[in-house]
């Protein structure tokens, strides 16, 4: 997600959260390769590495963002080129918790999002479930 996507505050990302969204893929998924974050000493990403993806995708990856204000963003991207986001933030195109449906993802597109939680563990699951 870019910082075009958002108008108002997204907030600090909260590391606590991050580490949990980690613990729950690896306890629920076992496609995980592997998983990362964009910067050892100040995350601002995980990256969830999956060894398959949707339809002929032969690899994934989940880029995902969570706030201190509970703001939140998971990018799925695979070897297809085919995106898709459920993310929470505040912005002009659409209602604050949406989605940005596949193939590509786009801002335009994005659209009311079916998970109507806000709980860290509660949306890992609901994005994991939908995947």
Do not use: K
């Amino acid at each position: 997600m870019s910082e075009d996507d958002r108008a108002g505050e997204f907030g600090p990302i909260y590391l606590p959260a991050l580490q949990r969204i980690r613990d729950l893929w690896l306890e629920l998924e076992p496609l995980i390769d592997a998983t990362s974050y964009d910067d050892v000493v100040a995350p601002t990403e995980l990256q969830i590495s999956l060894s398959d993806g949707l339809g002929d995708a032969d690899a994934a990856r989940l880029d995902i963002q969570w706030s201190e204000l509970g703001m939140y963003s998971f990018h799925y991207v695979d070897t297809e080129n085919v995106n898709w986001r459920f993310d929470r933030h505040p912005n002009t195109h659409s209602p604050e918790i949406h989605f940005h449906p596949p193939p590509e993802a786009t801002t335009t597109a994005a659209e009311p999002s079916c998970i109507d939680v806000t709980e860290v563990s509660l949306v890992t699951r609901a994005v994991h479930t939908m995947w």
